[in-house]
């Protein structure tokens, strides 16, 4: 019951959270001035006419009102300034740009997360050892490397050099083709050197002081071998930190990869958060805002929740 | 029988030989096999609708979709060979142009003057096997349809100006657009005489919406916004007090004469604007509602047959040349009128959201909602990744025996690349057709033999903020920018720029510029007149850089030796303005120069410019006194770069502009008017220039000459194209062209090249670069290898483009 009556309460907060935010980036980007780009020549009293009929002159409550009308009648809008979406539904955009980024996202999570893992245990049982060292060595570098430098190192050796993938992803929207996975390939090796690492190094780290502790010491000397003391002792700690983490990652997974689309030229979300902003492109913004706002928001309950069930001594709400 | 063997063999080899020969160069006039022309954009295009397209990713498309009425095409040798530099005017889509000019002349309804002969109405028959890709006949109604959609006042279209704002101004289409609306105006645009005006109730003063308020918000605005407009002209020098020239707004004249204390102001103010007759009405506005109006009153409509069209104009357009042949204008100005397809159009009409009134539309934005009339048409299209076209089989040119040796092209597939080293790497495995040759490739292919150099009409310039005050607002202690306002200091940084280092250094391919107009700007089309290759312009080139003519053989050797570089005289100019600003007490014996050169971007390209100029900088003052006291930095003013600049926000900037590359006099618009000019704070409308026309000297601001060359509504004189012979404009341009260079506020550095590799796959027609053809386009593209044959040709070879 005090579980159902937190996640009512995070639930509660969540929405006024969401509500303030919603507020604030509302009423920022239209505190921006608007910009009138006018070529040579051009009349410039239709092009502000335009802008009027729009709205974009109105009180900044009057259009918030509007907007917010709109909202409830599902119509986000269209793009007005980002010239790859202009006259399009920002909503259909949105929706028909998320398949790519979310799959290679995911792909990459399915990959990187078992592997940073299982070398984060590897190096952390071996830990002081060469294996430890090389796996270490590994994750410094390729932690340091920008990602910019490793997806042109991936493009250009696996797809250029040795022909193993195409350079880009395929047109079309058939994501779950052979070939459109085959496609996807480079990007998901490519995003998944950092994950890799970041969990590797995570999982070292947690695993290495939890083997340490006075407890596994206590059940090696309770009889049980290295590997039950570790795997049902030393992981299951060690996972309670880790575990949200990979929960968290799944935020990223909807707001893509700005330089990995951009390199391997996946139609994706990537980017478009940005882009948005920089052209002043309100209804995108908005929004972008509101679906990553609300995404981000309902992660952190999860992953406040996600330590109950690992650890099922952390009671969330419990006094 | 044996002599016929011998000559049946010789022809065999003969024509064997040729084969060979001819599939050596590579050309194979062949459509039996797929030919696919494989490109990229960095930008997917959104909107190819012809009503609303935006920028140049949206004319993409449209360039494939849609057909012409008049077209440009090589002018041919007798061996079918593209003479260089030459074109003819042909009929595409229409079969007829005729000038009926007199039919309309002295009619009320379309204000054709009656004693005009020419110009004004023309008809054009339309072909009669015009059709869509689905089959649907086109007719002059379809045209009629779309310039009254293009002109439909609820959606406001981005291009519906394209009909009354320039030089193709369809009668009473900007009364179409703005019928119902209210416009605030100056009340130049009512009245002719201050008597008149100022018997009039409608009339207000006002500082925002008059001529006045115009010219204070675009050189003010920031200033204006901060503090109120009457508090600028309070700066500026006019004698009256700020609350007073406050209370005038928005009185009347009458209300203005019965106050003293408003007439005072009121008096003050003239006393300070006045420089001209009747400009007391320049300070007044009125409130202007256009009437509602049938699309019948539109000078556009059809004739007795289905293939009629017609057009009346408010100003005269020369279609026609004396014999009757098309002139380039047709090609230019009428090359194609916008078209929807009707049922498609309506179908995609978008009703104003929740909080706006306007109207919108996604036609042409997506395969479903594309119509084509052109060779082309869309087949797949994935926003910012790929789209596809394929030949329109319904499109009339297929059928002409003229084009049985054209549009090689199958298929067309447009990839969206926004990483150039992606396009790159896509280019090397033959994915790609073409590249732009980017600078970290430049000198290891710039001599390939694929190598392909287009000039186009943009001239870079570094552009030298004009604004005292903000250059003194934005000085600290011990820092001094106010040197920027001697003009010798400004010259002096004009020459200290080595410009053929400079382009070598911070582009591709582009060359030293040193005029506002470069070899791509025609003073006069039909003959072929390059402005920059005139003796008059190159006169100016060589007074603005100090070459001696009288020292050359010809004016040609002197303008050659134009470079534009010359340190010993900008260190002297830079110690001159030095001095003179030590003695005026400007400039202290300890202050360091901090120059502020801004961008809209922070990346490399800029920060190669940016290096390049502060190295030429500290380089201009050592063995100055102002050696070691020179500083730059670098600030990214993203979007809003140029907005900055002209706001004074910072002290230079590169910035060029792009654009009516056949009508300079036109296009000095861009350095002349305040609100497009980067140097918004030199005031040409007071600077004077003294030039002689037909004989005669003339004095007259700058603005004024420019007005006067353009045969602006009430200019003192009309030296507009068609009113005086080309030389007497070319004269007033190149007089011009002298004053901006004069002042150094704008600086050319650049005459833009792009540079690109071509495929083995693919060739042009011809590599001279055409200024009406390009390199013919698609339609005369030709291919050495079909698709599976390059496919293979590419599996077995490296692509080496060194070479």
């Known amino acids: 019951m005090y579980m159902f009556k937190y996640i009512l309460k995070r639930l509660g907060l969540m929405i006024m959270t969401f509500l303030i935010i919603f507020l604030i980036s509302f009423v920022l980007i239209k505190l921006l001035p608007i910009v009138v780009n006018v070529t040579i020549g051009q009349d410039k009293e239709i092009i502000e006419a335009t802008l009027r009929a729009r709205g974009y002159y109105d009180p900044i409550p009057v259009q918030l009102v509007n907007y917010i009308k709109r909202i409830f009648h599902g119509d986000f809008g269209v793009g007005v300034n980002l010239p790859e979406y202009r006259n399009k539904p920002v909503w259909d955009v949105f929706v028909e740009k998320l398949p790519p980024t979310v799959l290679i996202n995911v792909y990459s999570t399915l990959f990187s997360v078992p592997l940073g893992i299982a070398l984060g245990i590897f190096a952390a049982l071996k830990k002081n050892r060469w294996q430890d060292h090389l796996i270490s060595t590994g994750v410094m570098i390729f932690i340091s490397v920008p990602s910019i430098v490793t997806a042109f190192l991936v493009q250009y050796i696996f797809c250029f050099k040795l022909n193993w993938f195409p350079l880009m992803m395929n047109s079309g929207f058939d994501y779950f083709s052979g070939s459109m996975f085959r496609s996807m390939m480079p990007a998901v090796i490519a995003m998944s050197f950092g994950s890799i690492c970041g969990y590797a190094r995570f999982t070292r780290a947690e695993l290495t002081e939890v083997l340490t502790s006075d407890f596994m010491l206590l059940a090696r000397t309770k009889g049980l071998t290295r590997g039950q003391a570790t795997l049902h002792h030393a992981l299951k700690n060690a996972m309670v930190p880790i575990f949200p983490s990979i929960v968290g990652e799944f935020v990223s997974v909807l707001s893509g990869s700005l330089i990995i689309e951009k390199i391997f030229s996946i139609p994706g979300v990537g980017g478009l958060y940005l882009d948005s902003i920089n052209y002043q492109d309100y209804d995108f913004f908005m929004m972008l805002s509101c679906f990553y706002i609300l995404i981000g928001l309902a992660a952190s309950i999860v992953i406040d929740l996600s330590y109950g069930f690992i650890d099922p001594r952390i009671r969330m709400g419990a006094k | ?803």
């Open chain 2, 1 to 803: 029988m044996k002599k016929t063997l011998k000559y049946v063999l010789a022809s065999a080899i003969l024509v064997g030989t040729l084969g060979s020969l001819s599939s050596c160069k590579g050309y194979k006039r062949d459509f039996s096999g797929k030919y696919t022309y494989n490109t990229y954009t960095e930008v997917s295009p959104s909107n190819w609708n012809e009503l609303s397209y935006q920028d140049n990713n949206d004319t993409q498309i449209m360039s494939y979709i849609g057909s012409s009425f008049f077209q440009f095409d090589y002018k041919f040798d007798k061996d079918g060979v593209p003479v260089p530099g030459q074109f003819e005017v042909t009929y595409g889509a229409a079969t007829k142009l005729e000038d009926v000019t007199e039919e309309y002349a002295g009619d009320e309804k379309y204000s054709v003057p009656a004693e005009a002969t020419n110009g004004y109405a023309y008809k054009i028959t339309l072909r009669n096997d015009l059709k869509w890709d689905d089959g649907t006949a086109i007719t002059a109604d379809d045209f009629v349809y779309t310039m009254k959609e293009q002109l439909n006042p609820l959606f406001k279209h981005y291009r519906a100006d394209s009909y009354y704002n320039g030089s193709t101004v369809i009668h009473n289409a900007r009364n179409y657009v703005y019928q119902g609306s209210k416009v605030t105006q100056g009340a130049e645009l009512k009245h002719k005489t201050w008597a008149e005006g100022k018997q009039d109730p409608a009339l207000k003063f006002d500082l925002t919406n008059s001529s006045m308020g115009s010219w204070l918000w675009g050189k003010y605005g920031d200033a204006a916004k901060a503090k109120g407009p009457a508090w600028v002209l309070t700066q500026l020098g006019c004698t009256a007090a700020q609350a007073d020239i406050e209370a005038l707004v928005g009185k009347t004249p009458a209300e203005i004469e019965a106050n003293a204390t408003l007439k005072a102001a009121f008096d003050a103010v003239v006393t300070f604007w006045k420089s001209e007759p009747e400009e007391e009405l320049t300070l007044f506005s009125y409130e202007h509602e256009y009437p509602a109006m049938d699309f019948s009153a539109v000078g556009i409509f059809t004739g007795a047959k289905d293939n009629e069209l017609y057009l009346v104009l408010d100003n005269p357009l020369e279609l026609l040349k004396e014999d009757g042949s098309l002139s380039y204008k047709a090609a230019y100005n009428m090359s194609s009128l916008p078209l929807v397809k009707k049922d498609l159009f309506e179908a995609n009409k978008v009703a104003p959201v929740e909080g706006s009134k306007l109207w919108t539309s996604t036609y042409n934005s997506s395969v479903a909602s594309t119509a084509s009339w052109g060779p082309y048409k869309l087949s797949t299209f994935q926003s910012g990744k790929e789209y596809t076209l394929e030949r329109n089989t319904n499109w009339y040119g297929y059928g002409l025996k003229e084009n049985d040796k054209k549009y090689q092209t199958s298929r067309i597939v447009c990839k969206t690349i926004k990483e150039w080293n992606t396009a790159w790497l896509a280019f090397q495995k033959g994915e790609l057709d073409s590249i732009g040759i980017d600078v970290s490739i430049a000198s290891e292919y710039k001599n390939s033999s694929q190598a392909i150099f287009t000039p186009d009409d943009y001239v870079g310039s570094m552009q030298i903020q004009s604004d005292a005050n903000a250059l003194k607002a934005r000085e600290k202690e011990g820092v001094n920018k106010t040197i920027l306002t001697d003009v010798r200091f400004r010259k002096a940084i004009s020459l200290a720029v080595d410009r053929d280092e400079y382009n070598r250094t911070c582009t591709t391919s582009s060359k030293p510029g040193f005029g506002l107009f470069n070899s791509m700007h025609y003073y006069d089309v039909e003959n072929g007149g390059v402005y920059r290759n005139e003796e008059v312009a190159k006169k100016v080139l060589c007074e603005v850089y100090g070459v001696d003519v009288t020292k050359y053989a010809s004016i040609d050797e002197a303008a050659a030796a134009v470079t534009g570089y010359d340190p010993a005289q900008a260190k002297q100019l830079v110690t001159e303005a030095y001095n003179e600003a030590l003695t005026a007490g400007t400039i202290k014996a300890t202050d360091k120069v901090v120059i502020t050169f801004g961008t809209g971007a922070d990346n490399e390209a800029t920060r190669r410019v940016f290096d390049y100029l502060s190295k030429a900088l500290k380089a201009m003052v050592v063995g100055t006194p102002l050696e070691g006291r020179l500083e730059t930095e670098f600030e990214d003013h993203g979007s809003k770069w140029a907005d900055d600049f002209r706001s004074g926000a910072y002290d230079i900037c590169t910035g060029g502009w792009q654009g009516a590359a056949w009508d300079p006099g036109y296009f000095l618009l861009a350095y002349l008017s305040p609100d497009y000019m980067y140097s918004t704070a030199w005031e040409t409308d007071k600077v004077q220039l003294t030039h002689t026309v037909l004989g005669e000297e003339y004095t007259m601001s700058l603005m004024e000459w420019y007005n006067c060359l353009n045969g602006v509504e009430g200019s003192k004189h009309n030296w507009a194209e068609g009113q005086v012979e080309n030389e007497v404009r070319l004269g007033i341009i190149a007089a011009i062209e002298k004053e901006i260079l004069s002042v150094y506020y704008t600086v050319p550095l650049q005459n833009h090249f792009t540079a690109a590799l071509k495929s083995y796959k693919s060739d042009y027609i011809s590599r001279d670069y055409n200024t009406f053809m390009a390199y013919g386009g698609i339609e005369y593209l030709t291919y050495a290898y079909d698709d599976a044959e390059w496919e293979e040709y590419c599996k077995n070879n490296t692509l080496d483009y060194k070479q």
